[in-house]
C-alpha cells in the first residue's frame, strides 16, 4: 500500500500505531525504497496483525500480494473480505501460477517459473543444453508490467462507476507471453525452439565477431527490415 506524501511532512507524521518488535516477521505491506513512502512489515501470527493490516487498508486505493492462493484468506484477507472493509478497494494477485489450475497451490520463484515457462529452451548453442535466463528471477521483470497495465486499466474503470475489481495474474502466464511466435510455430509448423547462440532469425548479421587485435570483439545486430543501403552504409562507416 501507496500513498505519495511530502518529504518535510514524513518526519512529522506519526502513525497512530503502537505493536511491540517481534522476532519473526513476515513482509505483508511494502513499498519501494522512497523516501515519500512508508513500508512496514507485520507477524501474522501476532492477535492484533489482521486488526492493523485492516485499518491500513481500508485507507488504501489497491492491495497487492504474491501468497500462494488461500493464504490471504485464511488471514481474512481475501477479496471478499476487503470490499467489507472498502468497498471499491482493487486487489492484485501475482502468484506464480494463478489462482485456478493444477499447479494453482505450489508454491514458486522466478526461477522456477522460467524455466517451465520454457525461456532456457531459446538460450543456449546448438551442441549444448539450455542455459537460464540471465536474470535468474525473470518473472519477476515481466510480471510488474502487466500488473501496471491492468492496474490503471481497473483505475480508469473505478473512477467512472465507483467500483473495485480483483486482478487474478499467474506470473508462469505472463513469462509465456515473451515466447509467443514459438507457441504459433510448433503449433503451425511442429517446429521446437533451437538454441542459436549469437545468432538470430529475424536478423542477418546477428552477432560477435573477432576483430583485428589480441581479444577484440564487434557486436553487430541488423534486423531484415534494415535496407541494404543502410548496411553498406554501416560497412562503410565500420572499414573507416
Known sequence: MWRPINVPALQEQVLPIKMERLESTRVVISTTSVQTCYSMALDMAHPRAIEVARKLIAQADIVMENFVPGVMEKWGLGYEELKKVKSDIIMVRQSGFGAVGPYAHLPAFGTILAAIAGLPNFIGWPDRGPLPTGVGPYTDCISPRFASAA??????????????????????????????????????????????????????????????????????????????????????????
Open 151 to 240: 492496474l490503471m486499466a481497473a483505475l480508469d474503470y473505478r473512477n467512472r462507476t465507483g467500483k473495485g475489481q480483483l486482478l487474478d495474474l499467474s506470473q508462469f502466464e505472463t513469462a509465456t507471453y515473451f515466447i509467443l511466435p514459438a507457441i504459433l510455430d510448433y503449433v503451425v509448423n511442429g517446429r521446437e525452439p533451437l538454441q542459436m547462440g549469437n545468432s538470430s532469425t529475424y536478423a542477418v548479421p546477428h552477432g560477435v565477431y573477432p576483430c583485428k587485435g589480441k581479444e577484440r570483439w564487434c557486436t553487430i545486430v541488423l534486423p531484415m527490415m534494415t535496407s541494404g543501403l543502410s548496411y553498406a552504409r554501416s560497412s562503410v562507416s565500420l572499414n573507416t
